[in-house]
């Protein structure tokens, strides 16, 4: 199984930032957030810097475990299954330096972002998670 993170980025202002993939680079047209693999030896924490700042230019301020995993098989058929354990970072608000994954951004206040974010999984549970934030303003 591939570990992977999920990094739900928070603005030093309390926004969220949705980013729309680039379909020719990850099969999707969807706004989402910064996902990316655990390379060998490296922690989950360093994973989550290292792709914020590859995909977004951003230097994370703080990374908080929101002691979350997703199972998912991806691509859709293919028996590849990924475990994606989640984290909030908080940057300051500005606008990213998108790399080749992602067409454009958004930022939004979090119920906005709950609403846009194209999120298969449940919604609420989404919700629910970030509520939980200990940090959340």
């Known amino acids: 199984m591939n570990s992977k993170i999920l990094a739900i980025i928070r603005s030093t202002k309390n926004n969220y930032l949705l980013l729309r993939t680039n379909p020719e680079w ?5 706004w989402y957030v910064v996902t990316g693999s655990v390379e060998d030896g490296e922690s989950f924490d360093d994973a989550v ?8 230019g951003f230097k994370a301020l703080s990374i908080s475990n929101l002691e979350k995993f997703f199972e998912y098989e991806w ?5 590849k299954m ?7 970072v908080e940057v ?3 606008a990213p330096i998108l790399s080749g994954e992602h067409l ?9 972002f709950i609403e846009e974010i194209d ?11 970030l509520g939980a934030e200990k940090n959340d303003y």
Request: hydrophobic letters at 25%; aromatic letters at 10%.
């Open 104 to 112: 454009d951004y958004k930022w939004l206040p979090k119920k906005k």
């Open 49 to 56: 810097m290292r792709e914020v700042k590859e995909e977004t």
């Open 119 to 129: 999120w298969y999984s449940d919604k609420k549970g989404l919700e629910e998670m």
């Open 75 to 79: 691509p859709v058929g293919s028996g």
């Open 92 to 94: 300051e608000e500005k």
């Open 26 to 30: 990850l099969q999707v047209d969807d």
């Open 82 to 88: 990924h475990h994606e354990k989640a984290f909030l």
